[in-house]
């Protein structure tokens, strides 16, 4: 692409969530959801492929109703209440038709048919801002928020989530749209606890966030867009595929990996809640997604050397890995020991 | 005067059915008009018509009327223009057909200026005016942030439809 071009879409990307995060006016909020919706378009479909131009635009029309939803909101609140500040949505359909429309643009059951779609018709690069850098506009917006919101809807879509993000993920070959399903199925745990504790929510972002860069980054630098792909991919950075087993176990939520911290949390929380059978429920949901987490470390690494194989590593190595993916690597699967120093910073 | 409100309203909600279930674009952009006008008419009710003839003027005015000379510039790449012989003719009948129907209307008279019409009184302070100077002031910052929105939906169209049939609106 262009590179002026480039440079305003990504700095639109920037503007667009800092306006939205830093916003206490509903229309501010709503503008930075609108300019990050527009921004990012030409970035999906960058390939010009068809696909690509279908998932732009499901991409924009999704977006485009859940930011009108957003809107209506607002003013359902103004009507009643007479103030757009956002911590005082006290109006309760005001609080449901939020919810709805925040579910809509992070991807939660039951509106989440758009992002395995988007997500494999656009670049990893792109995917990567997607999983991450999109989803935190509407997480601000649900956590300054969450003292009003409807708690039930948040478990249903939560555990709703969970289940459908591990199940849809059981069948898939196309690591985007497995990584899809994973985000999809992070964001039930983010969803669950944001009434009760919105501080873990966010932590659960954060590590979530951190750990996805990691796998974009590295299937991204091997290239890999399937399963089959994946299984040769050791021969051009060994070192590399046997990291991304640590890194998709830490992103399953296995102890002693990074992963485990969010998921030991929001447990603990929702226990205090009065709420274990709930958390028995989404952390046994969990383990459909820690089978699909398996498949692909198998892919990567459990074929490795010593036993036979019929390839050897490459000799010639195209480009360096990005060093930012060691440091990204090292971070999402060694930062169980500090927790509490985690738990001071979120 | 509840029920045309109303009756707006509905206006309103037909014309935006009417632009997404348009068999063509030509055809959708008369649901446009509709839900347009009726939204203008809509906010006049609300007392705020400032806002409405700005409405009007820049939807209807700029954006619809832009939309329509692309639209018959792609499909007659080549109009005849006023040098044409033909139009010239075509011209003049017209001309004097309308000056012979004003003349027997008796409105040449009016616009000579016959009678004087009463001042309106115009409310000290309205809020639709003192809201757009507010927008300018205070709100200077929503004017540049949705200035830069505005601007970025162009910059988007233009990367998204960049390269004929090599771009995103090829026939596939």
């Known amino acids: ?346 | 005067m509840m029920e045309f409100v109303l009756f707006l309203g509905l206006c309103f909600v037909l014309g935006g059915l009417g632009v997404a279930s348009n068999p063509s674009p030509y055809y959708g952009v008369m649901g446009l008009v509709v839900a347009a006008v009726a939204g203008c008419g809509w906010l006049v009710s609300l007392g705020v018509s400032f806002v409405s003839l700005v409405l009007v003027m820049v939807y209807l005015g700029g954006m619809l009327v832009v939309f329509v000379y692309s639209v018959s510039l792609a499909a007659d790449p080549y109009p005849e223009s006023w040098v044409d012989w033909g139009v010239v003719g075509y011209g003049f009948g017209m001309g004097l057909v309308v000056m012979v129907g004003l003349v027997v209307g008796g409105v040449l008279g009016m616009v000579m200026g016959e009678g004087v019409l009463g001042s309106e009184e115009l409310l000290s302070v309205r809020l639709d005016f003192s809201g757009v100077a507010v927008f300018y002031s205070y709100g200077v910052g929503l004017l540049l942030i949705g200035g830069w929105g505005l601007l970025l939906t162009l910059f988007v169209v233009l990367e998204l439809v960049r390269g004929l049939s090599r771009g995103a609106i090829r026939a596939v």
Not at chain 1, 58 to 81: C, D, G, I, P
């Open chain 1, 1 to 346: 692409m262009n590179p002026q071009a480039k440079l305003v879409f990504i700095a639109s990307l920037l503007l667009g969530s800092t306006i939205t995060i830093s916003s206490n006016h509903w229309i501010m909020a709503w503008t930075g959801l609108e300019i990050n919706t527009l921004a990012i378009l030409p970035l999906i479909s960058k390939s010009h492929h068809p696909r690509a131009i279908e998932a732009a635009t499901k991409y924009f029309l999704t977006q485009a109703a859940a930011s009108a939803l957003v809107l209506f909101s607002s003013m359902t609140n103004a009507w009643h209440t007479g103030q757009w500040d956002i911590t005082q949505l006290t109006h309760p359909m005001s609080c449901l038709i939020l919810t709805s429309a925040i579910a809509m643009k992070l991807g939660l059951v039951p509106f989440h048919f758009w992002f395995p779609e988007v997500l494999q018709g656009s670049p990893l690069t792109t995917g990567l801002i997607l999983s991450t850098a999109m989803k935190l506009p509407p997480l601000t917006l649900l956590f300054m928020t969450s003292h009003s919101l409807n708690p039930t809807l948040l478990v249903i879509l939560a555990i709703l989530s969970t289940a459908l993000g591990g199940w849809m993920g059981l069948n898939q070959t196309q690591t985007r749209k497995i990584l899809a399903f994973s985000s999809i199925s992070h964001l039930g745990w983010m969803a669950i606890i944001i009434t009760y504790n919105p501080k873990l929510t966010l932590l659960n972002f954060y590590l979530y966030a951190l750990m996805t860069a990691t796998v974009f980054m590295t299937l991204n630098s091997m290239k890999v867009l399937k399963l089959s792909t994946l299984m040769t991919a050791w021969t051009k950075a060994p070192s590399l595929s046997a990291i991304l087993l640590l890194t998709l176990l830490s992103l399953a939520g296995l102890p002693p990996m990074t992963g485990f911290l969010p998921k030991w949390l929001i447990i603990q929380e929702l226990t205090k809640q009065d709420m274990a059978p709930t958390a028995t429920i989404i952390s046994l949901l969990s383990l459909l997604g820690l089978f699909f987490y398996l498949r692909l470390a198998y892919c990567a690494t459990i074929t490795l050397p010593p036993h036979t194989t019929n390839h050897i590593k490459q000799w010639h190595i195209n480009k360096p890995t990005n060093p930012l993916i060691a440091i990204l690597a090292s971070l999402s699967i060694t930062l169980l020991p500090i927790a509490p120093m985690i738990l001071t910073i979120i």
